[in-house]
């Protein structure tokens, strides 16, 4: 491809590259870091977009990345600038990290517009990083390519091979149970997190870092490699090498974000039964860059792919194995006949010359669409009177006999009440209940926490039970499993139906009609909203407070309202 800007066309040469008194201040700064004309003069700036810290466990290796990257950048004539951004550390940040997605696609944002950067190289993996990073790329739309923080290895326990998050739920239930002591329990926990790296289970970090792959970010196959791997340095390196060359040809994220493209993600999401916050995150995603995306398009596409990743929590193996197994292009090439394989990627090559030549080399972890792992569908949306705009859940990661259930409701106000009463030894429950949890969705949580997974009671835990319907205006992390129904929209909070139910209340869903509905007339349903008391907002000032008046509902990506309007932002003038 040949080079489409020169550079007096690049966006830094408008800080650097002119003769006034302002560019002399620049230039003059950037000699008294240590830097010369020889390190800038006519090459792209590239920022790198940095999501380390020190209690970041998915991400702690990215400064030694970010190194990398520097050294690919360097060898193809750009010039490299580390800009530190938020670290939405998914183990420590409380009350949850969903608070603060926007927060970090907000500052990536301005980080760009504000400094004489050509091109972005954004690092990260956990949760919610994949998605604030691109979400402020997008809507700066600059030469972007992203670089996964990749999964962490395999964990280990008596020979066993544990799996972040699902194991742990796992093990949990059968501590409660008095089937494991405290001291295997501790054991558990030296083993089941062996290096840095993001969850190494089909969590909502490998979810949206194949995602992101899917959408053409980032350089073919680097979404499974494993973090310690050698091949990770090596991909850091190529990425900060491509990234110039992106520059020059002027490919940028909305040469890449279409309609094909999000299709293609959102397939790859049901193939890899990823987690169900992919459905927030990648609506906010695709409405940044203009393309409209409702729930019901994932439940649409649900029913035409199946499962074919053989990774836990909705299959037997880890990201370890799906990487040697041949990774997401061997998974997309099993995929080719239901993909757009003409969309644009990063490489400046289509999706189909990206995974030319890919091969399965453990069919029992990526297995076909004529063989594939579950027919039920990684994702099933409901609507219904409880859920007007919608729910959803994962019915490949629940019991089978659930998929269609009636049952009487114990319904908990909030997430301190629920946990109250589910360790209650003569709290009044039998495996066919459901329980309901409140005010845990996007101002309820607030943030939208993942509560969604709420515990079996303790009760029912010692009699064997593992599984029952759980619903709530929460999410779940991607590692976990079960009949969750999540994301009820619109949330109990601002006066969503789930506000209104009521222990006694009896709830029917229908996974394969899609259909959810609390069984209680509209004449009482209106009576209980009439006598329904709006909460008090969450917090009274700073961030939360604007969280608060400006965050969308789940249907809508929960993302801000004024970060999703139309129109471009001016680039700023240079006084």
Known sequence: MSAKK????????????????????????????????????????????????????????????????????????????????????????????????NLLAMEVEELLRSHPIDGAVLLGGCDKTTPGLLMGAISMNVPTIFMPAGPMLRGNWHGEVLGSGSDTWKYWDEKRAGKITEAQWEEIEGGIARSFGTCMTMGTAATMMAVAEALGFTLPGVSSIPAPDS???????????????????????????????????IKVHMAMAGSTNCIIHLIAIARRAGIPLEMNRFDELSREVPVIANVRPSGAYLMEDFFYAGGLRALMSQLRSVLD?????????????????????????????????????????????????????????????????????????????????????????????????KN???????????????????????????????????????????????????????????AFVQTGDEIEIDIPARKIHLHVSDEELARRKVAWQKPAPRYPRGYGALFSDHIGQADDGCDFDFLSRPGQVPEPEIH
């Open 231 to 265: 091949n990770h340095p090596r991909a850091a390196k190529e990425s900060g090498r491509r990234i110039v060359e992106m520059v020059w040809d002027d490919l940028k994220p909305s040469d890449i974000l279409t309609k094909q493209s999000v299709d293609n993600a």
């Open 6 to 101: 020169r550079p007096e066309d690049l966006r830094s040469h408008r800080w650097l590259g002119v003769t006034d008194l302002r560019s002399f201040g620049h230039r003059s700064r950037l000699r008294q870091i240590g830097y010369d004309t020889e390190d800038w003069a006519g090459k792209p700036v590239i920022g790198i977009i940095n999501t380390w810290s020190d209690i970041n466990p998915c991400h702690v290796h990215l400064r030694t990345r970010a190194e990398e990257v520097k050294r690919g950048v360097l060898q193809a004539g750009g010039f490299p600038i580390e800009l530190p951004a938020l670290s939405l550390s998914e183990s420590f940040v409380k009350p949850t990290t969903m608070l603060y997605r």
């Open 440 to 498: 845990s969705g996007p101002q309820g949580g607030p943030g939208m926490p993942e509560w969604g997974m709420l515990p079996i009671p303790k009760k029912l835990v010692k009699q064997g039970v593992r599984d029952m319907v759980r619903i709530s205006d929460a999410r779940m992390s991607g590692t976990s499993y079960g009949a969750c129904i999540l994301h009820v929209a619109p949330e109990s909070f601002v006066g969503g139906p789930l």
């Open 341 to 437: 394989l003409s969309a644009m990627t990063v490489t400046g090559k289509s999706v189909g010359d990206n995974i030319a030549g890919a091969e399965v080399y453990k069919p029992d972890v990526i297995k076909s669409l004529n063989d594939p792992v579950s027919r039920d569908g990684a994702t099933a949306v409901l609507t219904g009177n409880l859920a007007p705009r919608g729910c959803v859940m994962k019915p490949s990661a629940a019991e089978k006999r659930l998929h269609k259930h009636r049952g009487k409701v114990i319904a908990f106000e909030d997430y301190n009440h629920m946990a109250r009463e589910v360790e209650r030894d003569d709290l009044d429950v039998t495996a066919d209940h459901v329980l309901v949890l």
